[in-house]
């Protein structure tokens, strides 16, 4: 009797034992590309880790994404080295304290001059959502579990790590893009799909 009831006593203790935050199945990766492609408007934070030509650096970043205009704010400790970056999809706008420079967005180097930076401004928030930008050249995607994993386009590399439920979305939280000597590792702690 007294080992039934310890029996009992320990399925009611693993029963109540919690699960891993883990995401809900993926619909499958049409629904998906269809349902990501159509959300337009939405925002993020996180963090962004940058290793570029032995420079690294890291900084904290707020992004807005309303249809084609981005807002992406990246500040490091104490709001050192803030820096704004504005695009309408045709126009980069970017602003490190009192200075301000405007250029064409498919200048190449044009955040790298200004930032140090070499990264793809205008494939970014594809990426950040779990998806490839359009009109890449030689993109291969690898998706797994109705989630895309890994996706190699324009010559960058970009491992999607972690993905989370946020209300009807499953989007990432940890992804990392390289190419060449750059490497960026962005984790979202934040999603807002869908915020005006």
Avoid at 21 to 29: E, G, H, I, M, N
Wanted: net charge positive.
């Amino acid at each position: 009797m007294r080992l039934l009831l310890a029996g009992l006593v320990v399925l009611l203790l693993n029963a109540c034992a919690t699960a891993p935050d883990q995401p809900a199945p993926a619909r499958p990766w049409q629904q998906r590309t269809v349902q990501l492609s159509a959300l337009e408007h939405w925002g993020a934070t996180g963090k962004l880790a940058l290793r570029s030509g032995g420079q690294a650096e890291s900084a904290n970043l707020s992004w807005l994404q309303r249809g084609r205009h981005t807002r992406l704010q990246l500040s490091g400790p104490m709001g050192l080295r803030a820096t704004e970056i504005h695009s309408d999809g045709q126009q980069l706008l970017i602003q490190r304290g009192d200075e301000q420079q405007q250029y064409d967005i498919a200048s190449p180097g044009a955040l790298r001059e200004q930032t140090g930076w070499d990264l793809p401004v205008q494939a970014l928030p594809y990426w950040l959502k779990g998806l490839p930008a359009p009109g890449g050249d030689d993109t291969r995607m690898r998706i797994e579990a109705n989630l895309l994993r890994q996706l190699r386009q324009d010559g960058w590399t970009i491992d999607f790590e972690r993905y989370q439920q946020f209300g009807a979305y499953i989007l990432p939280t940890r992804l990392t893009a390289e190419r060449g000597d750059t490497r960026a590792r962005i984790v979202i702690q934040s999603w807002q799909p869908g915020e005006p």
